[in-house]
């Protein structure tokens, strides 16, 4: 059975801007091997072409096709919701990029949509603006919900800082698309054109990669290079299916595939054809 990874980057693949040992000869056999794999970031600042760039100058060479970010399945989950609508965005290049391919007009008066991702450059005015257009009836979207974002020099607040802000002002709860989301989840499995039985999600965080992953039924792996530690997992109700101490120990993906990951569940398979739904119902 065919198998196919959705990978978190920052904890797994590099670390601030430091390439994890290992990693670069774990991407050059999925390529070889011909194995599909997808790039999963909750970091909403970037377009697809930044963090291709930026794994190009780490060593790792993708192509944008393997890159999604939570600001894709953003736009691609608000345009599916309102074709050609509008949007005030707290958010930088990779989010008004996003919505732009998507359809999406950016607007400072009468949105449909209030869209929050990361931003360097939040004022208050900026934050009194977004408050008065929810309250005049726009809806409140987080790209994420990551309270903060671990960088090389401490810890700055992320997109849900900000959208705790807007909650606690409105009194409106924001829906979130990124990880965990199974929006985003689903949306990456199905640009890569697998079932859920045959991906499988590799990160480092209990909160949004793993808890991903097991919601959506897929096989999960962990690596212990970044947020979370061993110890840690007693802490959680669920858990991945292998833990491992760094992405270096998939650098033979198929023999890992036959030796250390349980087979894929195919009974949450999505039915694809009614019809042969329909005779297997019969038999």
């Not at 801007?17 to 670069?24: K, M, V």
């Not at 950016?106 to 408050?131: M, Q, W």
């Not at 990880?179 to 480092?204: C, F, N, Y």
């Not at 897929?218 to 802490?235: C, I, P, S, W």
Request: aromatic fraction near 6%; charge should be negative; hydrophobic fraction near 40%.
């Amino acid at each position: 059975m065919q198998t196919g990874l959705l990978i978190d980057m920052d904890g797994v693949i590099y670390r601030g801007s430091q390439l994890i040992p290992g990693a670069d000869r774990f991407i050059a056999a999925l390529k070889r091997e011909r194995i599909p794999f997808m790039f999963l970031t909750n970091n909403s600042q970037r377009t697809r072409r930044d963090v291709a760039t930026k794994l190009e100058r780490m060593g790792i060479q993708v192509g944008e096709k393997h890159i999604f970010t939570c600001a894709i399945a953003t736009a691609q989950y608000l345009a599916a919701r309102k074709p050609q609508g509008t949007a005030y965005v707290i958010g930088e290049g990779g989010l008004l990029h996003a919505l732009h391919r998507n359809g999406y007009s950016i607007v400072d008066h009468s949105p449909d949509f209030v869209v929050v991702g990361e931003g360097r450059t939040i004022t208050l005015d900026v934050l009194e603006r977004a408050v008065n257009m929810i309250m005049d009836g726009a809806k409140l979207i987080a790209t994420n919900l990551d309270p903060n974002c671990p960088t090389i020099n401490g810890t700055r607040p992320g997109c849900g800082a900000t959208v705790a802000y807007l909650e606690a002002v409105t009194g409106i709860k924001a829906f979130g698309v990124g990880k965990p989301s199974p929006i985003m989840m689903r949306a990456a499995r199905k640009e890569l054109g697998l079932a859920t039985s045959q991906t499988v999600m590799v990160g480092d965080t209990m909160d949004t990669d793993i808890l991903g992953g097991v919601q959506m039924g897929y096989r999960t792996v962990l690596t212990l290079t970044g947020t979370t530690k061993r110890e840690d997992l007693d802490q959680y109700a669920f858990g991945p299916d292998v833990v491992i101490d760094s992405i270096a120990d998939m650098e033979d993906p198929l023999s890992f595939f036959a030796h250390s990951l349980p087979q894929g569940n195919r009974e949450d398979d999505t039915v694809s054809s009614l019809s042969e739904w329909r005779e297997k119902q019969l038999a």
